[in-house]
Structures are given as structure tokens and as C-alpha cells.
């Protein structure tokens, strides 16, 4: 009797989470380190940017299988997207500073050395989540 083969796809050694945590981490730690819309830091995120985005339109990685479907629940995601474009947008046409962006907001909180390397580490890892798709 013939059984098909069943295989699964291997990631490669360096696409593995032992590998990339610890890379990731250490770019969030440069890049934390790095004061704002500087030369330097421009440069990492296009950089670390420019390289995600080569992974992923390249075939250097095994893709994993995209839901056929979303369920009608992950609409509501959407809703905060939208909403954080809406007030940015009139913020940004208003050109006031009687209502402040909410990147603006943020800043208080990015200049803290960790919270900086921390959303380093989640824009890493959230674009390498969108690469493997």
C-alpha cells in the first residue's frame, strides 16, 4: 500500500526564534539607545526595514499558510487602525498644537530608554510576523 510522504518544512538555522530573539534584541538595544529622528537611528530602521522587506519578497523563507478566511470578528481590529489614522490625519491638517498628534502623545513615554527598546523589539518582531506571511 502507498502512503504519501508526509513532510513538514524546516526553518532555516538562522530564521529559527533562538536565533532571532536574541538578534532582535540586540538591534532594539542599539536602536533604544539612539535619540530620535536622528541620522543614526533613521538609518537603523531603514536598514533593519530594508532587510525584513528583501526576506520577504524573496524566497530565502518558507511561508507559512495564511487563514482562508477571516472570521468576521477580526473586523474589529480595524477600528483602532481607522481611528488612529482619523485623528492623526486632522491633527496633521489642522496643524495645531491644541491638539496633539498621538505620536506626539508618545513621546513622553519613547524617551525612556526601555519603553524605546521595547517598541524597537516589537516593530521587529511585528514586521517579521508580516515577512513569514
Do not use: C, K
Not at 19 to 39: N, Q, R
Request: hydrophobic share 55%.
Amino acid at each position: 500500500m502507498d502512503r504519501p510522504e508526509l513532510a513538514a518544512e524546516v526553518d532555516r538555522a538562522w530564521a529559527r526564534p533562538v536565533v532571532l530573539i536574541p538578534v532582535f534584541a540586540l538591534i532594539s538595544l542599539v536602536g533604544g539607545a539612539l535619540p530620535s529622528f536622528t541620522l543614526r537611528a533613521n538609518l537603523l530602521v531603514l536598514g533593519a526595514g530594508a532587510a525584513l522587506f528583501w526576506l520577504g519578497t524573496s524566497a530565502a523563507l518558507p511561508r507559512r499558510p495564511a487563514p482562508a478566511r477571516l472570521p468576521r470578528q477580526a473586523a474589529w481590529w480595524l477600528l483602532p487602525l481607522v481611528l488612529f489614522g482619523v485623528v492623526e490625519g486632522a491633527t496633521f491638517l489642522n496643524g495645531s498644537d491644541a491638539y496633539p498628534t498621538l505620536s506626539r502623545l508618545a513621546d513622553p513615554v519613547l524617551e525612556h530608554y526601555w519603553a524605546r527598546a521595547a517598541a524597537y523589539f516589537g516593530w521587529l518582531w511585528s514586521f517579521w510576523a508580516m515577512v513569514r506571511r
